[in-house]
């Protein structure tokens, strides 16, 4: 069974940055992509960005664009959200997934809190 471990949140001021990472282990078998959704209170869970693990292809929610990166390292079966210019607006849980090939269903991460606060 895949375990997802998310990593790096934390209480930052608006305009600072932080960094989250990801890391899967147990039966992993070939990684399809990997991404990130948050949510924050009252609200529904919601898309930020994925990677694609062969080619590195990246996708972001409108919100994010140009302040979030994405990235990945293949070896270690890792994923990275590197967010700069954080905004109060940005506080949620941050959930890492990942889907495997030939398998339909997501894995989850327990989930990492970002607080976005002066």
């Known amino acids: 069974q895949v375990q997802l471990v998310e990593s790096g949140g934390g209480l930052v001021q608006p305009g600072e940055s932080l960094k989250l990472s990801c890391a899967a282990s147990g039966s992993i078998f070939s990684i399809s992509v990997m991404g990130w959704y948050r949510q924050a209170p009252g609200k529904e869970r919601e898309f930020v960005a994925l990677?694609?693990?062969?080619?590195?292809?990246?996708v972001y929610a409108d919100s994010v664009k140009g302040r979030f990166t994405i990235s990945r390292d293949n070896a270690r079966n890792t994923v990275y959200l590197q967010m700069n210019s954080l905004k109060p607006e940005d506080t949620a849980v941050y959930y890492c997934?990942?889907?495997?090939?030939?398998?339909?269903?997501?894995?989850w991460g327990q989930g990492t809190q970002v607080t976005v606060s002066s």
């Open positions: 990677i694609g693990w062969s080619g590195g292809s990246t």
């Open positions: 997934y990942s889907n495997l090939r030939g398998v339909v269903a997501s894995r």
